[in-house]
């Protein structure tokens, strides 16, 4: 499977930690991206809490090959139950879990 790289020629190198979720900021959507319901970025297993864009109608997650994208139509915010928001300005956004690497295996980190 041949993976979309929104980071080629980018020029920007913005990236956000947010608990176990990771963002950074890309060039571009790819073309053929499926857009998604909702504006949950992730669910937390262990606590039921979940890392969410803060206004529903400031942004759209999308999908490609396995790679999750939120686009950020107005300025707006990430925002979690146990962690301080993180602002967020226009633009795209790819995201995706933070890993740990384990001895037998590398494996998202559980929140």
Known sequence: MK???PF???TKAIQYRHG???LQQVNALPS??????GVILARG???GHSH???DWNAAQLFTHNG???VQIKEPTAVIHEEHRAIPLEVGIYRYWMQR???????VNVRD
């Not at 053929?32 to 319901?37: F, L």
């Not at 740990?100 to 590398?106: D, G, M, R, T, W």
């Open 45 to 47: 297993e262990l606590t």
């Open 20 to 22: 176990d979720v990771m």
């Open 8 to 10: 080629a020629h980018s």
């Open 32 to 37: 053929n991206a499926t857009p998604q319901q």
């Open 100 to 106: 740990e690497y384990h001895p037998k295996a590398i």
């Open 3 to 5: 993976f979309f790289n």
């Open 52 to 54: 969410r864009i803060k």
């Open 67 to 69: 790679q999750t994208f």
